[in-house]
């Protein structure tokens, strides 16, 4: 899977607000509703909170993928948000968020959801990736970091 497929450079931004988790998640609904027509920012918010109530989307070493299945949603979209400050996502290492890399899916695409998911988690597994995220400092250079394939 190609993170140029799902993600723009509309969808991308450095030095997000954070503050707190629901903050994070409310900022990030209303960014990616934003662009897309047929979602409403406030269910979006809504929809990633029930998701973080299952279980926190922090997957360690300051990364936080939230993701939903959205109805009215047309295809999988990805948006990329490094925050001005780390935010305590309840992370399975307890290590606060910085980089938040959200998934929106179309609710009936439940295989191409967790194919897309382990596809962005296993690339944010690399501290190199990491630190390339972490160096961008325009969300120009935040999108390019994140869509440059990782050197074996």
Do not use: W
Request: net charge negative; aromatic share 6%; glycine share 4%.
């Amino acid at each position: 899977m190609e993170i140029a497929n799902i993600l723009t450079p509309e969808y991308t931004l450095c030095a997000a607000p954070g503050g707190s988790k629901k903050r994070v998640l409310e900022y990030l609904s209303h960014f990616v509703a934003d662009n897309i027509d047929s979602i409403d920012a406030d269910s979006l918010y809504h929809q990633f909170l029930a998701r973080e109530k299952l279980g926190s989307t922090g997957i360690g070493h300051g990364v936080a993928i939230p993701h939903c299945r959205v109805s009215g949603c047309q295809q999988i979209r990805a948006a990329l948000l490094k925050l001005e400050s780390p935010v305590d996502f309840d992370a399975i290492d307890d290590k606060p968020v910085d980089l938040v890399f959200a998934l929106v899916v179309p609710e009936e695409q439940n295989d191409e959801h967790l194919k897309t998911l382990s596809s962005i988690a296993e690339l944010l597994q690399h501290s190199e990736k990491r630190q390339q995220l972490r160096d961008a400092t325009t969300s120009q250079a935040l999108y390019q970091s994140a869509v440059t394939r990782q050197q074996s």
